[in-house]
């Protein structure tokens, strides 16, 4: 056969984590308070409360010096148990780790002149783990959190000075890891910081509609220049260096072949794709300027701006991979589960956060990107949140197994298709605190810790059934599933 067979050689097989849902340790060794830290748990699990914050409840959040109400303050202890969770990786053979570094560990106010040596040396120390194992690092430098103080001082990312900040903070990332690190990502899903407050660190609630989208645009476009400027950074420091964009891709379907329906649910994709194509592309899509007309939204832009985005593109892109939805023209996006925005599909089972699982949805999403981008794709994110049973010490989770077999399953019929892949991390190979609702009760680990919501449990790490299953698929690369 003159097209793939198989994964190639070298596919990255491995897991995906975050730095404010597994490290804890968050007042420890010198770091500030992350934004993360001041969202609480979720009261109802069929919402998402990460972007409820304003301005009582963040003062509120800064005067509890508790972990009780902030389970993104706990994580699992990653900080602590990071060698025995590595350990774990190893042995299920992972390629590839990708985990993000703490923008606060580093510089503890956002915009330190010096480096906080105690978190440089945290992620030394994982590094040096990862060496021993082979395993290779891909690192995020920024999964919805920043320095709570550039909240305070700044707004966020609605205040363009957040730029210098930031590329302060990676310049002195890529200057003392660069040598052990190939792979980097710049913001973590970062068309959802049209959601607001947890990717953005903006302060929102409070304002009209067309406010809110104003000043998320606004924040945007500062984190799409900040992405570039850090992509020019690494690429001076190591020109072979790859470095990625990441999308919360989610593909959409018409919900008939109505030209009404597919109209919307295009446009609805080209907003999704709007992120992708100005990192890939280097412009904002013309598409997007009726868009913002129509909407009255005015993104103010640098002189330098349109020049910095056209000069430094990603190398490859990568994304995460859930769901997909379904738009109607006439209806206005009710909510699929406590997540995205878009119909239900009669068609697909969903989780019971409502997510709707759609296993060929990741290759009509592979071929889709390939299609429109031609560039090296990576799935850095899928993956099933299950509440788990755990009976005389195990857990047999093979609806989590399922999960991921037809995912992976869809990848090798892209990979058929002629679609260039460089690895799939499935999220979250350890449980860990859910970023929507911030339960430890939504589990997507292959490992077990022993936590529950409130924070009470022993943090023994355990495999389950799922953790000897994905040790095979890595052994065999993808062919015994
Ligand atoms: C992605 C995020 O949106 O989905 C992760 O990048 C997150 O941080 C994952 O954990 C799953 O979402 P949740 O809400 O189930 O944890």
Aim: glycine share 8%; aromatic share 12%.
């Amino acid at each position: 056969e003159n097209y793939p067979q198989n994964f190639p050689t070298g596919f990255l097989w491995g897991g995906a984590t975050a730095a404010n849902q597994v490290e804890g340790a968050w007042n420890l060794d010198g770091k500030g308070l992350t934004t993360a830290e001041v969202v609480k748990k979720a009261t109802n699990r069929k919402k998402m409360s990460m972007d409820a914050v304003d301005q009582v409840t963040l003062h509120q959040a800064i005067n509890d010096h508790t972990t009780m109400l902030y389970p993104k303050r706990r994580g699992v202890d990653f900080y602590h148990h990071y060698a025995e969770d590595i350990k774990l990786f190893a042995e299920m053979g992972f390629k590839v780790y990708r985990f993000s570094i703490a923008w606060a560990r580093i510089l503890p106010h956002g915009d330190d002149k010096q480096p906080n040596q105690a978190g440089l040396d945290f992620y030394d120390r994982v590094l040096t783990e990862l060496e021993k194992y082979q395993i290779q690092p891909l690192i995020t430098l920024s999964h919805y959190e920043m320095p709570l103080d550039l909240t305070l001082k700044y707004n966020g990312w609605s205040d363009r000075r957040t730029i210098a900040a930031f590329n302060h903070y990676t310049q002195i990332v890529f200057e003392h890891f660069g040598q052990r690190v190939k792979y980097w990502l710049t913001f973590n899903e970062i068309n959802t910081g049209t959601w607001g407050f947890h990717a953005t660190g903006a302060i929102d609630q409070g304002l009209s509609k067309q406010q809110q989208l104003q000043l998320r645009y606004q924040s945007l476009h500062h984190q799409l220049v900040a992405s570039a400027l850090a992509t020019k950074q690494l690429h001076e420091l190591y020109p072979t260096d790859k470095i990625g964009c990441m999308l919360a891709r989610m593909q959409t379907y018409p919900a008939s072949p109505k030209p009404e329906d597919v109209r919307a649910a295009q446009l609805a994709d080209q907003k999704n794709l709007f992120f992708s194509d100005v990192q890939v592309r280097g412009e904002y899509p013309a598409f997007m300027n009726r868009y913002f007309a129509e909407n009255k939204l005015i993104i103010k832009m640098g002189t330098d701006d349109q020049a910095i985005l056209a000069n430094n593109p990603v190398d490859f892109i990568s994304f995460s991979y859930y769901m997909t939805t379904v738009t109607k023209a006439d209806q206005d996006g009710t909510a699929v589960g406590n997540m995205a925005t878009g119909g239900r599909n009669p068609y697909l089972k969903e989780s019971a956060w409502g997510w709707q699982i759609d296993p060929i949805g990741l290759r009509i999403t592979l071929n889709e990107l390939w299609d429109r981008y031609q560039k090296p794709l990576f799935v850095v994110e899928n993956g099933l949140g299950a509440q788990d049973k755990l009976v005389n010490d195990q857990i047999h989770d093979s609806y989590r197994i399922s999960y991921l077999r037809q995912h992976i399953i869809q990848m090798k019929e892209a990979i058929k298709d002629g679609v260039k892949l460089l690895g799939y991390t499935m999220w979250g190979p350890i449980d860990l605190i859910s970023f929507s609702t911030s339960e430890m009760s939504k589990r997507y680990g292959l490992i077990y810790v022993d936590q529950d919501d409130l924070g009470r449990g022993t943090l023994t790490r355990i495999r389950k059934d799922s953790f000897y299953w994905y040790q095979k698929v890595i052994a065999t690369n993808g062919t015994d599933l």
